[in-house]
């Protein structure tokens, strides 16, 4: 078993241009300055960039985002295990790069042998995607009418979408965003490392809407090969009656189809199905429900990814960390 380097790895990934963006090495880089450790295994045809994270007594938990990247995954597995018992994993988890109930290799999505099926996600499950291929006017025309209202709007409230630089006032909204939503950030140097790794390589846009100059709203959303996704997004308390967060996806979408994105992922709705959704969506805030509201308008296709898998190497330190999760 030989670890691929930076580069021998992003050869690998020349075979797969549609890789998913948690896959690439630049993505690993950034969690490897945030504490995590990325690692590299190809075996014919199959690989993966896996992330291990340090715990007490040397222990390590690993994980696998959106990936394998290759077909047909058997014989990828055993190398997985020794990597993994080298480094005292206590169990691996991977999310693959596939929708619920995707015929694939193994059969619609199912674990692969030796792991079980989880009920504690990292990325969200569900999400909402827009079809870029049509021309603007039909992505338009299939958005709901009030998102497109608030789109025009804005635009006739003078708010003014371009791209920028200052990551320091993304952060700062994202701040005021966190508390007023209630949810957790990552730090001023997550971003900064994030946009500046990204954006030099045309993988990510930083774009903020801005009324007389002062901002209001801004997101960071990046690219790679097809498909286009919406991570992080921020707004402040002030002219909020003139609705920037709307044209800023719109302005997203355009440079994604810029780039030639057939896909433009808004990353998180609640776990539900659409009926559910749609039932509960005007009442309920808590969590993701808060947002699925806004995503809802711009017509995209609900989906839930397959997964997460895990792979349990120490079963009573497994049995801990599930202890742990159903108490947080």
Not at 78 to 85: F, I, N, S, T
Not at 199 to 220: D, F, K, T, V
Request: contains cysteine; hydrophobic residues 35%; charged residues 25%.
């Amino acid at each position: 078993m030989t670890e691929l380097t930076k580069n021998q790895w992003d050869d690998f990934l020349s075979q797969h241009p549609n890789v998913h963006i948690l896959q690439t090495s630049a993505w690993g880089d950034l969690k490897s300055a945030f504490g995590w450790d990325a690692a590299r295994l190809v075996v014919d045809n199959v690989g993966a960039q896996i992330l291990f994270r340090r715990l007490p007594m040397g222990f390590t938990l690993a994980y696998i985002p959106k990936g394998p990247v290759g077909n047909n995954w058997g014989d990828f597995w055993p190398e997985v295990d020794k990597l993994c018992r080298q480094r005292k994993t206590v169990f691996l988890k991977v999310e693959p790069d596939m929708w619920q109930g995707e015929t694939d290799s193994l059969g619609a999505g199912s674990p692969p042998p030796g792991f079980r099926l989880s009920s504690h996600e990292i990325q969200p499950p569900r999400t909402l995607v827009v079809n870029l291929q049509p021309e603007a006017d039909e992505i338009l025309a299939r958005m709901k009418s009030k998102t497109r209202y608030n789109i025009r709007l804005a635009g006739r409230k003078d708010i003014i979408v371009q791209p920028t630089d200052a990551v320091e006032t993304f952060h700062s909204l994202i701040a005021v965003t966190a508390k007023r939503a209630e949810f957790g950030v990552h730090s001023l140097a997550y971003y900064r490392r994030a946009y500046e790794t990204f954006h030099p390589r045309g993988e990510c846009q930083l774009l903020c809407a801005e009324y007389q100059g002062e901002p209001l709203a801004a997101i960071m959303v990046f690219a790679t090969g097809t498909r286009a996704w919406y991570f992080y997004g921020a707004s402040s308390n002030k002219e909020r009656n003139r609705m920037p967060t709307y044209p800023l996806q719109w302005e997203a979408m355009r440079w994604a189809r810029a780039k030639g994105c057939t896909q433009y992922d808004l990353w998180g709705v609640p776990d539900a199905d659409r009926d559910t959704l749609e039932d509960q969506f005007l009442e309920r805030h808590d969590g993701l429900w808060g947002v699925y509201r806004f995503k809802r308008g711009f017509g995209g296709e609900l989906y839930r990814c397959a997964g997460p898998w895990d792979r349990v190497y120490n079963p009573a330190l497994y049995t801990l960390y599930r202890w742990w999760v159903n108490r947080h």
